[in-house]
């Protein structure tokens, strides 16, 4: 790893000892840099203003400022000074997962999670993949999907950027929305996986989107699919 660049990691956890240990075991990745500590959500977002890490790890309930709304101010379509978002929580509730996703946060683990887990999920994060399977995506907009709509006046932005979208890459991200991987959208379309994966790419940057989970909210929020019954 001498010489190739490290992800930048800030731990954000209210708990000391929750921080220690995730200190502990991510500092001694080669690849990883950890360039801070928060205790709260109003600390990470100064720290993130400082420090501009890569990905930051991220608890939900803390004191001052929680994870969620401390993701909306990093990561979220206003956020400034962006960094990507793992939310690891006690709390394994769907509607943490939704708020923490539609807040920007790039993927969600448990507290539980096995460290080997944990850090292959920063290095996704990373590299702009998000951590959500499919099955996952497609329980979240079962449950969620029709409440990801709202009338804040960002679906008409983002209306003008979808008119750049040629139909086939419209398409895909209607797939992408209803929780196909690029292996099941590639079969769905009698097209390869490389080329999926080509579209999904090129859509994402088009529409200044980070991941595909970004783009599965995008998608319902705008009203592009709409979630079943």
Not at 75 to 89: C, E, H, M, N, S
Not at 144 to 151: A, N, P, T
């Amino acid at each position: 790893m001498t010489g190739e660049p490290r992800t930048r990691v800030l731990v954000c956890d209210d708990q000391a000892l929750v921080r220690a240990g995730y200190v502990t075991i991510l500092s001694a990745q080669p690849d990883f840099e950890i360039v801070g500590e928060a205790a709260d959500g109003v600390e990470a977002v100064r720290l993130v203003r400082l420090l501009r890490p890569d990905v930051v790890v991220m608890d939900i309930r803390m004191p001052r400022l929680d994870g969620i709304e401390a993701t909306a101010q990093i990561a979220g379509p206003r956020a400034t000074d962006r960094a990507k978002v793992l939310v690891v929580t006690t709390f394994n509730l769907d509607e943490y997962v939704f708020q923490a996703l539609r807040a920007g946060a790039s993927g969600f683990l448990l507290k539980d999670t096995p460290p080997g887990e944990v850090i292959a999920g920063i290095r996704t994060i990373a590299a702009g993949n998000a951590l959500l399977a499919p099955e996952v995506t497609r329980r979240l907009i079962g449950r969620f999907g029709e409440r990801i709509r709202d009338d804040d006046g960002a679906g008409k932005r983002v209306e003008k950027a979808l008119a750049g979208l040629t139909d086939r890459e419209v398409e895909v991200l209607k797939l992408i929305a209803t929780g196909l991987s690029n292996a099941e959208i590639a079969a769905n379309l009698f097209l390869g996986k490389e080329t999926v994966k080509t579209y999904v790419s090129r859509l994402l940057a088009k529409l200044d989107l980070r991941d595909r989970v970004q783009a599965v909210v995008l998608a319902y929020r705008i009203g592009l699919v709409i979630p079943d019954a």
